[in-house]
């Protein structure tokens, strides 16, 4: 049974793998993505989604969302991602158009339309979903669960407390987590127990084609990025964690606790996820990843990226595992 997901981005070169996986998992069924401002502006993680799609021969309808947070200034990462959000590459736009519903108007509809049906995985700032649950919250109760990329436990990117997703727009993440549907947060203390080597980019270069060379090249400026900012040979496939456990969820261990969010001063947007449940009385909102299986989250991103070349992937793991 396929599972029905929808994915809200900022492309961004994780978010462009993790829409490679969603696309090809047989485990899950991409209903739609709706881009936000994020790692670039709108109208660029718009069109990155589009260029995504056409590199992935995949045809799923893309709904444009909010060009800034609910309050805080706009602001974009593009030293990371590259100005064009996608390393650099700066393909041209895909032939394929955005639809001419806004993301917030899809996601109510979606959820009026599959009552209790779909997971929405969220891997960049939460505005799109934070709208729509103040502009018709009976019909955002229509989602089976969030599952989003963002936050950590005693962890920080973009601040040394908090992660980028969730600073950027930490009033979107409040109503989020205060609305009441099953939440897991997959955050830079678990995503960041994962890596994706040059080694591993070289592999599917070699082995994926097209689709490999593509994202083996978007990945490259993001790769230097990882080196310049925390000295890793290497990149953290955040977003693609997230699609990995909307498809196995056994991927990653969890804690069901209570997290609230930082909105203000110090400590905007750092997740406080009460993992020791010293506030016995707060309700547990969310389901907070705490570890990951490394291998089989691997696993996963080889064997759905190239499914027709899982013995190429086995003698790959074999050469590093002989290293
Ligand atoms: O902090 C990591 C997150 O911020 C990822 O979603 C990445 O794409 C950026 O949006
Ligand atoms: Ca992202």
């Known amino acids: 049974m396929t599972k029905k997901v929808i994915l809200d981005c900022d492309p961004g070169v994780d978010d462009a793998l993790a829409i490679f996986l969603a696309v090809r998992s047989p485990a899950l ?35 444009r969302g909010m060009k800034q947070p609910l309050e805080k200034p706009l602001y974009s990462s593009s030293d990371i991602h590259g100005k064009d959000g996608l390393g650099g590459v700066n393909l041209p736009e895909s032939e394929q158009k955005e639809e001419s519903l806004s993301a917030p108007d899809y996601l109510i509809e979606m959820g009026r339309k599959h009552k209790g049906q779909i997971t929405l995985i969220t891997v960049g700032p939460m505005t799109n979903v934070a709208v729509a649950i103040q502009k018709d919250p009976e019909a955002m109760k229509g989602y089976k669960e969030i599952i989003s990329m963002g936050g950590g436990v005693g962890t920080g990117n973009i601040t040394p407390v908090a992660e980028f997703n969730y600073w950027v727009d930490p009033e979107a993440v409040k109503i989020a987590l205060e609305f009441g549907l099953p939440f897991t947060m997959l955050g830079l203390n678990v995503t960041h127990q994962t890596i994706l080597t040059p080694n591993d980019f070289h592999f599917m270069r070699i082995v994926g084609g097209n689709e490999g060379k593509f994202i083996s090249s978007i990945h490259q400026a993001y790769i230097d990025a990882y080196w310049r900012y925390g000295g890793y040979m290497g990149c953290v496939p955040h977003d693609s964690l997230a699609v990995a456990v909307a498809a196995d969820p056994t991927l990653v261990e969890t804690v069901h606790c209570h997290v609230d969010m930082a909105t203000d001063g110090l400590t905007r947007g750092q997740s406080v996820a009460d993992v020791l449940n010293a506030w016995n009385d707060k309700p547990k909102n969310v389901h907070v990843g705490m570890k990951v299986d490394r291998e089989r989250f691997r696993d996963f991103i080889f064997t759905t990226l190239f499914p027709e070349h899982e013995q190429a992937y086995i003698q790959y793991k074999a050469f590093l595992s002989s290293q």
């Open 29 to 63: 069924e991409l209903l739609g993505i709706t881009t936000v401002n994020g790692n670039v502006g709108i109208d660029q993680t718009t069109k990155n989604a589009l260029i995504v799609l056409e590199q992935a021969n995949a045809s799923v309808p893309v709904y």
